[in-house]
C-alpha cells in the first residue's frame, strides 16, 4: 500500500532529568519506525510517561526520582511550515521556533510548571499542543483517535472533497449571520414594541413643541431687550420728538439750505461747500427719522410679549431636562424619535424580510450539509473496507470495524456539518459494534489502532505516533505482520513502538534498548540506541531468552534481514 509522503511534524529529541528511575537522559531520535525494547520492569513504560508530561499528561509528584526536589522533562519537534501548531501558538502570542521545544518541571508538592520555547505556558496549551504533535496508543491513552470528536475530521480527511466541506462552511456561516441579523431585529423590535406608547406620547409632545436649533439664543438675547422695554420706549418717544419738533430737523435744514441758495449766486462759489452738506445732512436726517419711526412701529415690546418669551424658554428648557440634553438637541431629539418611529412602523416588514432569508440560508446550509453527507457515507464505506482488510493479518480475524454517521439535531450543527462520526468495533462473533475505546482493550486496542492508522496515513494527524506493546498476545507470523504494517506507517510518519516482539523489533530502522542498572545501592534505567551487532544479540535475547544460544542468534540475523529486504 502506497502510504502519504508529505512531511510531518517529527519528535527530534526527549532529555529527562529525574524522573523514577531516571536520573538523566537525552535522546536523539530519527524518523521512519523506532523500537524500545527491554526486559519487563526495565522501565519502558517511564519513558513513555516522561514523554507524556512533556505533552501535557497529568503529573503526579510520585513520578519525582527518590531524593531529588523535582524532575523535568523537555520534548524537541521538528515543524514543517504551516504546520497547525504554528496557528494555534500564534494565537497564544508564541512565536513557533525550530526546534519547538514543549518543556515541564514537576515539583514534590505536586505543582508543576510549563513553557514553550522557554516561555512559560498553562499546562491545557501545552496539553493542545502535544495532542496535535504525538498521539500515544496504549491501553489507558484517550488521545487521537481513541477521542470521538476526532473522528469526523480523520474521516474527511481520508476521503471527502475539500470543496465540499468549505461549501458546508460557507452556507453554515452565512445562515449563522442571517440568524444573528434576525435576532438582532427582533430584540430590537420588542424593545421599541415595548416602548410604543412612550414613543408616540413624546413625539406629539416635540412636535407640538416644534423646537428649533439655535432658538434658545434668540429668545435669551429677545428677553433681554424686553425687560428694558419702557426704557427702550420713552426713549424712541423722546427721540422722534426731537427729530420732529419744531417744524422738524428736515424742515430746519431745507429751510437753511434755501436760504443760503438765494445769496450763493453772487458768492463765486463759497458757499457750495456749505450747500452740499446741508443737502447731506437733510438727506441723512430724512433717513434717520425713516429708522426711530420703524423702530417704534417694528418693536413688540409690550408687558404680554416679554411673557410669551419666558414660557417659551421654559417650555422647552424643562423639555431639555426631561430628556437629558441641550435645547439645541431637542430639534435632533425629534427628528430621531420620527426616525424611530418609523422604522418600528415598518419592522414588521422588514422582520418577515430576515425570517425568509434564514429559511433560505437553513435550505442552502441543508443542501450541503446533505452533499458532505453524501460524501462522509461514501467515505466510511471505503474506509470500513481498508480497515477491515488490515485486521486478519493482525489476529483480529473475528472482529468488525464500522464508520458510524448519525444525523445530529438542529441544534448541533456546525460548519462542519450536520453529522456525528465515531469509529466502532465488534470483537466476538454476532457482537453490535460499539465505541472504539469502550469495546477494545490492550492489545487489541493497539491493534485496531494500527490498523486505523495503516488506513489513514498521509491524511494528517499528529506526525509521531507511539504504540506500547501493540503486538500484547500475539506471535510469529502475526507479530511478523504487524512489524509489516508498522514499518510501512512509518514511511509517512514517524513511528515509535514499545515492544517485547522480535519479529517486531527486527523491522525497525533505530532500535533502542532500556534497561535497569544498579549504580551504587540504588537502580537506574539506562536507554542505549544499539549498532547493528548490539542490536542483533538483543533479539537474539528476545528470540531466547536469558541463556543467548548461536541458534538464537542466527535466527536473530535471518529476522533482520528478511524484515529489511
Same mark, same amino acid.
Given at each position: 500500500m502506497?502510504?502519504?509522503?508529505?512531511?510531518?511534524?517529527m519528535?527530534?529529541g526527549?532529555?529527562?532529568? *529525574?524522573?523514577?528511575?531516571?536520573?538523566?537522559?537525552d535522546?536523539?531520535?530519527? *524518523?521512519?519506525?523506532?523500537?524500545l525494547?527491554?526486559?519487563?520492569?526495565?522501565g519502558?513504560?517511564?519513558?513513555?510517561?516522561?514523554?507524556?508530561l512533556?505533552?501535557?499528561?497529568?503529573?503526579?509528584?510520585?513520578?519525582i526520582?527518590?531524593?531529588?526536589?523535582q524532575?523535568?522533562?523537555?520534548a524537541?519537534?521538528?515543524?514543517?511550515p504551516g504546520?497547525a501548531?504554528?496557528?494555534?501558538?500564534?494565537?497564544?502570542?508564541?512565536?513557533?521556533?525550530?526546534?519547538?521545544?514543549?518543556?515541564?518541571v514537576?515539583?514534590?508538592?505536586?505543582?508543576?510548571?510549563?513553557w514553550?520555547?522557554d516561555?512559560?505556558v498553562g499546562?491545557?496549551l501545552?496539553?493542545?499542543v502535544?495532542?496535535?504533535?504525538?498521539?500515544?496508543?496504549g491501553?489507558?491513552?484517550?488521545?487521537?483517535?481513541?477521542?470521538? %470528536?476526532?473522528?469526523?475530521? =480523520?474521516l474527511?480527511? =481520508?476521503?471527502?472533497?475539500?470543496?465540499?466541506r468549505?461549501?458546508? %462552511?460557507?452556507?453554515?456561516?452565512?445562515?449563522?449571520?442571517?440568524?444573528a441579523r434576525?435576532?438582532?431585529?427582533?430584540?430590537?423590535?420588542?424593545?421599541?414594541?415595548g416602548?410604543?406608547?412612550?414613543l408616540?406620547?413624546?413625539l406629539?409632545?416635540?412636535r407640538?413643541l416644534?423646537p428649533?436649533?439655535?432658538e434658545?439664543?434668540?429668545?435669551?438675547?429677545?428677553?433681554?431687550?424686553?425687560?428694558?422695554?419702557?426704557?427702550?420706549?420713552?426713549?424712541?418717544?423722546e427721540?422722534?420728538?426731537e427729530?420732529?419738533?419744531?417744524g422738524?430737523?428736515?424742515? &430746519?435744514?431745507?429751510?437753511?439750505?434755501?436760504?443760503?441758495?438765494r445769496?450763493?449766486?453772487?458768492?463765486e462759489? &463759497?458757499?457750495?461747500a456749505?450747500?452740499?452738506?446741508?443737502?447731506?445732512?437733510?438727506?441723512?436726517a430724512?433717513? %434717520?427719522?425713516?429708522?426711530?419711526?420703524?423702530?417704534?412701529?417694528?418693536?413688540?415690546?409690550?408687558?404680554?410679549?416679554?411673557?410669551?418669551v419666558?414660557?417659551?424658554? =421654559?417650555?422647552?428648557?424643562?423639555?431639555?431636562?426631561?430628556?437629558?440634553?441641550?435645547?439645541? *438637541?431637542?430639534?435632533?431629539?425629534t427628528?430621531?424619535?420620527?426616525d424611530?418611529?418609523?422604522?418600528?412602523?415598518?419592522?414588521?416588514?422588514?422582520?418577515?424580510?430576515?425570517?425568509?432569508?434564514?429559511?433560505?440560508?437553513?435550505?442552502?446550509?441543508?443542501?450541503?450539509?446533505?452533499?458532505?453527507?453524501a460524501a462522509?457515507?461514501?467515505?466510511a464505506?471505503?474506509?470500513d473496507?481498508?480497515v477491515?482488510?488490515?485486521?486478519?493479518?493482525?489476529?483480529?480475524?473475528s472482529?468488525?470495524?464500522?464508520?458510524g454517521?448519525?444525523?445530529l439535531?438542529?441544534?448541533?450543527?456546525?460548519?462542519?456539518?450536520?453529522d456525528?462520526?465515531? =469509529?466502532?468495533v465488534?470483537?466476538?462473533?454476532?457482537?453490535?459494534?460499539?465505541?472504539?475505546?469502550?469495546?477494545?482493550?490492550?492489545?487489541?486496542l493497539a491493534?485496531?489502532m494500527l490498523?486505523?492508522?495503516?488506513a489513514?496515513?498521509?491524511?494528517?494527524?499528529?506526525?509521531?505516533?507511539?504504540f506500547?506493546e501493540v503486538?500484547?498476545?500475539v506471535?510469529?507470523?502475526?507479530a511478523?505482520?504487524?512489524?509489516?504494517?508498522?514499518?510501512?506507517?512509518?514511511?509517512?510518519?514517524?513511528?515509535?513502538?514499545?515492544?517485547?516482539?522480535?519479529?517486531?523489533?527486527?523491522?525497525?530502522?533505530?532500535h533502542?534498548?532500556?534497561?535497569?542498572q544498579?549504580?551504587?545501592?540504588?537502580?537506574?534505567?539506562?536507554?542505549?540506541?544499539?549498532?547493528?551487532?548490539?542490536?542483533?544479540?538483543?533479539?537474539?535475547?528476545m528470540?531466547?531468552?536469558?541463556?543467548v544460544?548461536?541458534?538464537?542468534?542466527?535466527a536473530?540475523?535471518?529476522?533482520?534481514?528478511?524484515?529489511?529486504?
Amino acid at each position: 500500500m502506497a502510504l502519504g509522503l508529505l512531511k510531518p511534524a517529527m519528535l527530534s529529541g526527549l532529555s529527562v532529568r *529525574d524522573i523514577v528511575l531516571i536520573e538523566r537522559l537525552d535522546l536523539e531520535l530519527e *524518523d521512519r519506525l523506532s523500537v524500545l525494547t527491554g526486559e519487563t520492569g526495565a522501565g519502558k513504560s517511564i519513558l513513555l510517561d516522561a514523554l507524556g508530561l512533556a505533552l501535557g499528561a497529568r503529573g503526579d509528584a510520585g513520578l519525582i526520582r527518590v531524593g531529588a526536589k523535582q524532575g523535568g522533562v523537555a520534548a524537541s519537534f521538528e515543524l514543517p511550515p504551516g504546520h497547525a501548531v504554528e496557528t494555534l501558538l500564534r494565537e497564544q502570542g508564541i512565536q513557533a521556533e525550530d526546534p519547538l521545544v514543549l518543556r515541564r518541571v514537576l515539583r514534590r508538592d505536586g505543582r508543576s510548571r510549563a513553557w514553550i520555547n522557554d516561555q512559560p505556558v498553562g499546562v491545557a496549551l501545552l496539553r493542545r499542543v502535544g495532542d496535535r504533535l504525538v498521539e500515544i496508543h496504549g491501553q489507558h491513552d484517550e488521545r487521537g483517535l481513541l477521542d470521538a %470528536a476526532s473522528h469526523r475530521a =480523520f474521516l474527511d480527511a =481520508f476521503g471527502t472533497e475539500a470543496g465540499l466541506r468549505e461549501a458546508c %462552511a460557507a452556507a453554515h456561516e452565512a445562515w449563522s449571520e442571517a440568524r444573528a441579523r434576525l435576532s438582532a431585529h427582533r430584540e430590537e423590535l420588542a424593545g421599541a414594541l415595548g416602548d410604543e406608547d412612550y414613543l408616540r406620547h413624546v413625539l406629539e409632545e416635540l412636535r407640538a413643541l416644534a423646537p428649533e436649533a439655535g432658538e434658545e439664543a434668540g429668545l435669551v438675547a429677545e428677553r433681554a431687550l424686553l425687560r428694558e422695554g419702557e426704557r427702550i420706549v420713552g426713549a424712541l418717544g423722546e427721540a422722534t420728538g426731537e427729530l420732529n419738533g419744531e417744524g422738524g430737523v428736515d424742515g &430746519r435744514l431745507r429751510r437753511a439750505e434755501r436760504a443760503l441758495l438765494r445769496v450763493a449766486e453772487n458768492a463765486e462759489g &463759497r458757499f457750495d461747500a456749505a450747500l452740499e452738506a446741508l443737502a447731506r445732512a437733510a438727506t441723512e436726517a430724512v433717513e %434717520a427719522i425713516a429708522q426711530v419711526e420703524h423702530l417704534a412701529h417694528s418693536l413688540d415690546l409690550g408687558p404680554g410679549r416679554l411673557e410669551q418669551v419666558e414660557e417659551r424658554l =421654559f417650555a422647552l428648557r424643562e423639555a431639555a431636562r426631561k430628556h437629558r440634553v441641550g435645547v439645541d *438637541d431637542l430639534a435632533a431629539l425629534t427628528a430621531n424619535f420620527e426616525d424611530r418611529l418609523q422604522r418600528l412602523e415598518a419592522g414588521e416588514a422588514v422582520l418577515a424580510e430576515l425570517e425568509a432569508a434564514v429559511a433560505a440560508g437553513r435550505e442552502r446550509f441543508e443542501a450541503a450539509g446533505r452533499a458532505l453527507s453524501a460524501a462522509r457515507e461514501d467515505a466510511a464505506a471505503r474506509l470500513d473496507v481498508r480497515v477491515m482488510a488490515e485486521l486478519p493479518s493482525l489476529k483480529l480475524d473475528s472482529a468488525r470495524f464500522r464508520t458510524g454517521l448519525e444525523i445530529l439535531p438542529e441544534a448541533r450543527w456546525s460548519a462542519e456539518g450536520m453529522d456525528r462520526v465515531t =469509529f466502532e468495533v465488534a470483537t466476538t462473533p454476532g457482537a453490535e459494534p460499539g465505541d472504539l475505546s469502550r469495546v477494545a482493550s490492550g492489545g487489541e486496542l493497539a491493534r485496531f489502532m494500527l490498523a486505523l492508522k495503516v488506513a489513514l496515513a498521509g491524511t494528517g494527524g499528529a506526525g509521531t505516533l507511539v504504540f506500547d506493546e501493540v503486538d500484547r498476545g500475539v506471535g510469529g507470523a502475526v507479530a511478523d505482520r504487524v512489524g509489516a504494517r508498522l514499518a510501512e506507517l512509518a514511511r509517512a510518519t514517524q513511528v515509535l513502538v514499545v515492544t517485547h516482539s522480535p519479529q517486531v523489533a527486527a523491522r525497525g530502522a533505530h532500535h533502542w534498548r532500556i534497561s535497569r542498572q544498579a549504580h551504587g545501592a540504588e537502580e537506574r534505567t539506562n536507554v542505549e540506541e544499539l549498532a547493528p551487532e548490539a542490536r542483533e544479540e538483543e533479539i537474539a535475547r528476545m528470540l531466547a531468552g536469558a541463556i543467548v544460544t548461536a541458534e538464537a542468534r542466527a535466527a536473530a540475523s535471518s529476522l533482520i534481514t528478511g524484515a529489511q529486504a
